[in-house]
């Protein structure tokens, strides 16, 4: 099983629809979590990070269920320009490697005029 | 903010030889220096994990042989692909985490590839 899981997509929506994304995780011992979001040859960029009491960054919602070991992140108005791979990821402090960042697979968004 | 640079962003090499791609700290000192392969469709791959002054971590599968990594000082780190072959053509990102800063800086990655 993959440590962080994510629906590869990918997801198709008309531009204004609001779509959802995703993921979970498998060890209960991680920290922290966030949204990267990878444009095609390029590096990922940080969208936002995941709280445990839910955090909104304009038309982004990302919420984290500790309990459930699952993440989600919710575009709503979708742009043209939200057209991208979004990759679910998750931190944690491993006694021996120190700080270590996992990747999910990444969910692949279509925005269609 | 924080900036990692990172060279060369393409480079196509003859197979049997060693590429040198280098990831600089501009203006933080990156303690921590971590560096990803992803191949095509696929998500990123950590490689190997280096501290500022120490040997790196290498994950399992990675021939440590094969791909040095020296980080020498807290501003740079470099990633040598020696004796390239075809399928070390990949796109090979590094990412940096500061003494003082939680976050994690990626340089603009390096796409490789061996003919």
């Known amino acids: 099983r993959k440590e962080v899981e994510q629906d590869p997509g990918p997801f198709n929506v008309p531009e204004g629809a609001t779509v959802a994304f995703n993921c979970t995780y498998s060890?209960?011992?991680?920290?922290?979590f966030f949204w990267y979001r990878q444009d095609c040859r390029k590096e990922p960029k940080l969208l936002m990070s995941?709280?445990?009491s839910g955090n909104e960054d304009g038309r982004f919602t990302a919420q984290l269920n500790r309990a459930s070991q699952y993440i989600s992140l919710l575009i709503r108005d979708s742009k043209l320009s939200d057209s991208a791979t979004y990759l679910c990821?998750?931190?944690?402090?491993?006694?021996?490697?120190?700080?270590?960042?996992?990747f999910g697979g990444g969910t692949r968004l279509m925005v269609k005029p | 903010g924080a900036v990692v640079s990172q060279h060369p962003s393409r480079v196509i090499c003859k197979s049997g030889t060693s590429v040198k791609i280098e990831c600089r700290s501009l203006?933080?000192?990156?303690?921590?220096m971590f560096w990803y392969r992803q191949f095509p469709k696929q998500s990123l791959m950590l490689m190997a994990t280096?501290?500022?002054?120490?040997?790196?971590?290498?994950e399992q599968g990675v021939e440590k042989d094969k791909f040095l990594i020296n980080h020498a000082s807290l501003t740079l780190s470099t990633l040598t692909v020696t004796s390239a072959h075809p399928e070390d053509s990949s796109f090979y990102i590094c990412?940096?985490?500061?003494?003082?800063?939680?976050?994690?800086?990626f340089g603009s990655g390096t796409r490789l590839t061996v003919v």
């Open positions: 995941v709280y445990s």
């Open positions: 280096s501290n500022e002054g120490s040997k790196a971590t290498y």
């Open positions: 990412s940096a985490q500061g003494r003082l800063n939680y976050g994690y800086t």
């Open positions: 203006d933080f000192q990156a303690t921590t």
């Open positions: 060890n209960s011992a991680s920290q922290s």
């Open positions: 990821v998750v931190n944690m402090c491993d006694n021996n490697a120190g700080n270590m960042l996992t």
